[in-house]
């Protein structure tokens, strides 16, 4: 586990998460070690240390005339993201507030790599209600791939709000059917075309998500706007009615 990465992560700079780390493991330690072990100049190591202190992470004691510095109880970080959050909650109604003033007739949202498609199926998840439906097609197995055991969580989610799923899959999974498919309750249907669908396309409501799977990086395209639903689901009723039922759940 790379510590020093994951402290970036909550919001230490690079030189920052260094010296902590570096206090972390040595306890209380004059600067002249600190500059040895994370390998900078004093100036620096003294700025970086005084941010540090700052920020409640390290504790400065004099000893005989020298100064020792040591990093504090881990869990201030845990004290500064939750006073972080909370200042983000002050103000999150009103940037909620002013996305939703601001959303037009049609609305286009690109995502890419796992995290997008993660946030594009939390949106999903949030903008469906129970029994709403969600009609899909062009389903091949690549969504597990790609969020790996997220793809079993996300189904089992959609079960439990009682969602109306019905999807139709590329034929090459008649006999190999993911696992993760199973985890969501619905109707499931097998194209009978032999061509597969290159694209995985969800319909619900007013909004399309386009999932190219083999894009480098793979990507979801959502469209929000009711006409373009309206004939996507047209496409889809077609291609439903034509498709062999299957059970898998």
């Excluded at 240390?49 to 020792?68: A, E, F, Q, W």
């Excluded at 996305?99 to 007739?105: E, G, L, R």
Aim: hydrophobic content about 35%; proline content about 3%.
């Amino acid at each position: 586990m790379d510590i020093v990465r994951i402290l970036e992560s909550v919001g230490l700079s690079e030189l920052e998460s260094k010296i902590y780390y570096v206090l972390f493991n040595t306890g209380s330690t004059p600067v002249g070690r600190i500059i040895k072990k994370a390998g900078l100049h004093r100036g620096t190591a003294y700025q970086i240390i005084n941010r540090l202190i700052k920020k409640g992470l390290v504790k400065k004691t004099i000893k005989d005339s020298m100064s020792y510095y040591e990093a504090e109880d881990p869990r201030v970080l845990i004290e500064i993201i939750n006073a972080k959050k909370k200042q983000l909650n002050t103000i999150l109604p009103k940037l909620i507030g002013k996305k939703q003033f601001s959303k037009q007739d049609q609305e286009i949202q690109v995502y890419s790599w796992a995290r997008g498609m993660k946030s594009v199926c939390e949106r999903i998840l949030r903008e469906l209600d129970e029994k709403d439906y969600l009609c899909s097609f062009g389903a091949e197995g690549s969504f597990g791939k790609i969020v790996g055991n997220y793809a079993t969580t996300w189904n089992e989610r959609l079960t439990n709000k009682k969602i109306k799923i019905k999807r139709i899959l590329n034929r090459s999974l008649k006999n190999k059917v993911p696992t993760y498919f199973k985890a969501a309750k619905g109707l499931y249907k097998i194209n009978k075309d032999e061509f597969p669908t290159p694209i995985g396309t969800l319909i619900y409501k007013d909004t399309v998500v386009l999932f190219v799977w083999n894009g480098n990086p793979p990507i979801a395209i959502l469209i929000k706007n009711e006409e373009n639903a309206k004939g996507y689901k047209n496409q889809f009723d077609l291609m439903w009615s034509d498709s062999e039922k299957i059970k898998i759940n």
